[in-house]
Nanobody
Framework: QVQLVESGGGLAQPGGSLRLSCTAS????????IAWFRQAPGKEREGIAC????????EYADSVNGRFTITNDNAKNTVYLEMNNLKPEDTGLYYC?????????????????WGRGTQITVSS
């Protein structure tokens, strides 16, 4: 049974940094794509970054490009999202999601497995 567990959420000040982790388990596939999504109250879920762990190729949404970095550690089946220069509009519930394809997509419909999410609040 595939499981995704996010960690690292919390409160940050504008301009600050946080790092999220997403650890995947319950499968033996050596290739997959993991994406980070976020959802703010009253807004649609937004795909912000994804990584194909087979070659570490990445894709970012314009809203986070240059501020957020997604990386992977295949030995730990873990993907990280380093978030710098945080803004109040980055506040939301952050989810990681997985598909067993070489598919750098930021569309939630492309992902089959989801974590429960971790809250990020950016406020002074």
């Amino acid at each position: 049974q595939v499981q995704l567990v996010e960690s690292g959420g919390g409160l940050a000040q504008p301009g600050g940094s946080l790092r999220l982790s997403c650890t995947a388990s319950g499968f033996t596939n050596s290739y997959y794509t993991i994406a980070w999504f976020r959802q703010a109250p009253g807004k649609e879920r937004e795909g912000i970054a994804c990584i194909d762990v087979s070659d570490s190729s990445t894709e970012y949404a314009d809203s986070v490009n240059g501020r957020f970095t997604i990386t992977n550690d295949n030995a730990k089946n873990t993907v990280y999202l380093e978030m710098n220069n945080l803004k109040p509009e980055d506040t939301g519930l952050y989810y990681c999601a997985l598909n067993f394809r070489h598919d750098l997509a930021l569309n939630s419909k492309e992902y089959d497995y989801w974590g429960r999410g971790t809250q990020i609040t950016v406020s002074s």
